[in-house]
């Protein structure tokens, strides 16, 4: 098995998604929750909207490299909050029940989709684009 670091000992789980804030829009509290101290420990800034008018609202006060909505059973991304996206050049993580993935990544190409339930693990690797040991 490989890393695909160099040296493992000068790797730092904190370092892969350093310096980077990211928009956490999610109306389950506790998994919004479960979600921005994953993606902390990794080195982002986490700031949780509870819906995507509150995150819409987020983005006009702040800057962010990432936004990772939950859409919940057939939840779909509001065209406000995805043209608020794009125009500000915020990457788009959608995480979605897994039986939705593939309909949803066939009907949004350009954005990155993922299921529910990921593991913190998985959540950050999938992000940097790393695959795991």
């Known amino acids: 098995m490989t890393t695909g670091l160099q040296s493992f000992d000068n790797f730092s789980w904190a370092s892969l998604l350093a310096g980077r804030d990211v928009l956490i829009c999610d109306g389950d509290a506790d998994r919004a929750l479960h979600t921005a101290n994953a993606l902390e420990r990794a080195g982002a800034r986490a700031t949780i909207a ?11 006060r702040r800057d ?7 859409l ?21 993580l959608l ?16 954005v990155r989709v993922a299921s529910l339930g ?6 950050v690797m999938f992000l940097t684009g790393t695959s795991d040991e």
């Open 95 to 110: 995480m979605v029940d897994a039986e939705r993935r593939e309909a949803t990544r066939k009907a949004r190409p350009n």
């Open 118 to 123: 990921m593991s913190e693990r998985q959540l």
């Open 50 to 60: 509870k819906s995507q008018r509150v995150a819409l609202d987020r983005m006009s």
């Open 72 to 92: 919940e059973g057939q939840g779909e991304l509001d065209t406000t909050l995805s043209g608020a996206l794009a125009t500000s050049g915020t990457k788009l």
């Open 64 to 70: 962010f490299a990432l936004a990772v909505v939950v």
